[in-house]
């Protein structure tokens, strides 16, 4: 049998590493180490892989199957032999400092993290208990049944022992410049609930680009922030910042070149993903998407009032958010209301686009809802599974006027660690809130979207957990793990749940090859925990550490996150 086994031998070199213990030809994986990889065969030993040495270590490392870059060719066996690397016969490693200074290779001082003794828990493959996990930067770059994974240079170890390790996570609905009293509060927030990623969903482009260079300035302090940029809406915008409440975070296209030129301007400015908006023209919205998948960006939106669901769908739009509009579609009465919609859209022409949308809605959803056809949603939800478009449900934000969320306990304590002004601002609406009754149309919406969410979930549509926050007194960071209960009281197990804060956000950008899941080769972002979330989804709340970008944040260290003043 033949096997591998790496060594960590020094920390500056940016290129590969083989994976440990396999037992078949080891996969390369990207790592910021660099390992020496022997392999073994009969008792014989030579190297794997040698791309991390200098030239003229390569082609003293080379052999006829792995030959140098050059071309030329060596016995791997001989040259160890000649460096007194090793020795044939041995059947461990046997690996000195005297041996690595003769190649020119001095030991290093500590340069990786063990994570040992550890449950990993992987939205793939579940529950594996007693693993090492070995990190080098921002990689993972090992993982073994404990004490199976062996290192030259010293690496700082934690001790897993009765922990679980999930991937950190991602809010994948977030508006970090909708309120600016917030402000750049939120970032901190998210790093101490174990988000690491968020993708903004709309903001000004001038403003984003503030945040994200503020984020980026904070290390390890901030999370990576994918921006969308501000929606791209039709004409009349809802959000033009009339009335206050629906605050200037989008732009306007009136016509199929006007959201071309638009598209071109966020993905010269680095956006990450289009945000269609529900005032779009049909045409317009075409020509948004066309251009946007030109430039390989994702589209996410909301269902525009004068179009079909099926008709969007065909667009080739990767996600939706919040299950706008998915109600109108499963309706009866759907083609009716699509025809009087496209109608209230022309009449309405001249009104403020946040008063229409809502004089739309208010005449259109108590109808919807009330003549929901069974057939005719099995054909939207096969539809939605069909074309693979990611749905955001942001269930903590459709649920809350039933559910009221903002009256727990834990609510009143999370919510103190925002600036006071928006604490107090947001408490007097919680108290407000209090006081009136629950109403029939909170209480079917909420119903309706758990229950769409469980079906959408059945489908294999693929599902997002996003929270929309600031929007609905949901406090960045602490209302992702609420959203996730709420994904669980859908139908979602919380293995599901957990994936949809990890693995889906990954994959709607195509970056599961990267992060998501704990695997060699992956993000080194992760978060360990005190308690099982497979027991108990809320258990993402027991946070004991945060690794990102390879620095390990203690439970002190987030604390203090918590506490430190408001930006």
């Known amino acids: 049998m033949s096997a591998s086994r790496c060594f960590l031998i020094d920390p500056t070199c940016p290129t590969h590493l083989h994976t440990t213990n396999a037992q078949n030809s080891p996969s390369l994986k990207p790592v910021h180490l660099l390992w020496l990889c022997i392999h073994t065969n009969g008792g014989g030993y030579q190297p794997v892989d040698t791309r991390c040495y200098p030239l003229h270590l390569r082609r003293r490392f080379a052999s006829p199957a792995h030959p140098a870059e050059d071309g030329r060719t060596t016995l791997g066996d001989e040259v160890m032999s000649e460096a007194g690397f090793v ?39 579940g529950a594996t208990p007693h693993q090492d996990v070995l990190i080098g930067n921002e990689t993972i770059g090992a993982i073994g049944d404990t004490g199976s994974i062996a290192t030259f240079a010293p ?15 991602w809010d994948a609905h977030v508006h970090l410049t909708y309120d600016p009293e917030i402000g750049n509060r939120a970032l901190a927030l998210f790093v101490a609930n174990g988000i690491t990623r968020v993708r903004d969903t709309g903001g000004l482009l001038d403003k984003m680009i503030a945040v994200r260079d503020f984020a980026q300035a904070q290390g390890s302090r901030a999370p990576d922030i994918y921006f969308a940029g501000p929606l791209i809406d039709g004409v009349p915008r ?30 010269e400015a680095g956006a990450s993903l289009i945000k269609a908006y529900e005032m779009l023209r049909p045409d317009t919205f075409r020509a948004l998407v066309t251009r946007a998948t030109a430039h390989g960006l994702p589209v996410t939106a909301h269902i525009p009032l004068g179009m079909s669901l099926q008709a969007v769908a065909a667009t ?85 006027g039933a559910f009221r969320q903002f009256l727990r306990p834990e609510w009143r304590e999370q919510v103190k660690y925002l600036p006071a002004t928006v604490t107090a601002r947001w408490n007097r609406a919680a108290d407000k809130a209090k006081d009136t009754p629950i109403s029939p149309a909170y209480a079917g919406f909420a119903d309706w979207s758990l229950s769409m969410v469980g079906q959408l979930h059945e489908a294999d549509v693929p599902i997002m957990a996003g929270t929309d926050t600031p929007i609905g007194l949901l406090t960045p960071g602490f209302s992702l793990h609420l959203e996730m209960e709420m994904l669980v009281r859908a139908g979602l197990t919380p293995q599901e749940a957990l994936a949809s804060a990890t693995l889906r956000p990954a994959e709607f950008f195509g970056l599961e090859g990267e992060m ?10 992760l978060v360990l925990l005190n308690a099982n979330p497979l027991e108990n989804i809320e258990n993402t709340q027991q946070i004991e550490s945060v690794i990102i970008r390879g620095e390990v944040l203690t439970r002190a260290q987030l604390d203090q996150l918590l506490e430190q003043p408001a930006n």
């Not at 190649?103 to 939205?123: E, H, R």
């Not at 959000?239 to 975070?249: C, K, L, M, Q, V």
């Open 516 to 525: 998501g899941s704990i695997e060699v080769g992956k993000s080194s972002d």
């Open 87 to 125: 020795r044939r016969g041995l059947r461990d490693l046997v690996v000195t400092a005297v041996s690595l200074f003769a190649l020119g290779i001095a030991p290093a001082q500590a340069s990786g993290l063990m994570i040992q003794n550890v449950t990993i828990i992987d939205p793939i493959t």
């Open 238 to 267: 809802v959000y033009d910042g009339t009335p206050a409440r629906f605050p200037e975070i989008s732009i306007g296209a009136a016509t199929p070149a006007q959201a071309e030129a638009h598209v071109d301007q966020l993905a």
């Open 155 to 169: 690496v700082d170890t934690i001790d897993g022992t009765g922990k679980f390790l999930i991937p950190a996570l």
């Open 316 to 400: 080739g739009i990767r996600g939706m958010e919040h299950l706008r509009n998915i109600g109108l579609a499963c309706s009866s009465e759907a083609d009716r209301l699509l025809e009087e919609r496209k109608a209230m859209l022309q009449e309405g022409a001249s009104e403020e686009g946040s008063a229409l949308r809502s004089h739309i809605h208010g005449a259109q959803r108590p109808v919807a809802f009330t003549t929901q056809n069974r057939e005719r949603c099995a054909t939207v939800i096969a539809t939605l599974a069909d074309a693979r478009i990611f749905q955001t449900p942001t269930l903590a934000l459709n649920t809350r």
